[in-house]
């Protein structure tokens, strides 16, 4: 709704069937009802298209293949705000109240580690409460939610895999 009001046109890609599945209904109605904003259902992008900065997307619909150019010189990524950590339910994974994966300093109580914590020494800074398991990006708790935090972070988490795989050998 926000770039709505700045843009000539903004396009929404929706992986999913419908919006009612992540959006309230006053929103839903609010984005059916402003006139320059086009829903664009289980789709996704594909390809970014520029030389020196972007001129193009490439959308193509999952459910039957069409592929679409959009011409844009803007892209926004907002894949969703609620981690996908079920997996880790059933593991010595520790998750916040949300779901989020807790790593490093934030498993710390009293500077002590947690009880499923099998080492001397304190989780890295990326590192879940299993040694040697690491989280990166929006699953983290604490993160900053952005695609250049997350990309920092998984550069950050192969080093620290590394270091533990270094320390382990």
């Known amino acids: 709704m926000y770039f709505s009001r700045y843009a000539r046109k903004v396009t929404i890609l929706v992986r999913g ?3 009612a ?3 309230s209904h006053y929103l839903i109605n609010r984005i059916t009802n402003t006139s320059n904003i086009e829903v664009l259902f289980q789709s996704q992008v594909t390809k ?7 001129r193009q997307i ?3 619909n999952c459910s039957d293949g069409e592929v679409q ?3 844009t010189g803007r892209l926004f990524v907002c894949i969703g705000g609620a981690p996908n950590t079920e997996w880790a339910k059933d593991t010595n994974i520790i998750r916040d109240r949300s779901g989020y994966l807790v790593t490093g300093s934030d498993l710390l109580q009293d500077g002590h580690p947690p009880q499923c914590w099998t080492l001397e020494r304190a ?3 990326l590192e879940t409460s299993v040694p040697g398991s690491f989280a990166a990006g929006d ?3 604490g993160s900053v939610k952005r ?3 997350a990309v920092g972070e998984g550069a950050m988490a192969v080093t620290f895999a590394h270091k533990y795989l270094e320390e382990t050998a």
């Open 123 to 125: 989780p890295f800074f």
């Open 21 to 23: 599945a992540t959006l």
């Open 48 to 54: 970014l298209i520029g030389d020196t900065s972007l």
């Open 139 to 141: 699953v983290r708790h």
């Open 69 to 71: 150019q959009i011409d």
């Open 147 to 149: 695609v250049a935090s």
């Open 58 to 60: 490439e959308v193509t």
């Open 17 to 19: 069937n419908n919006l």
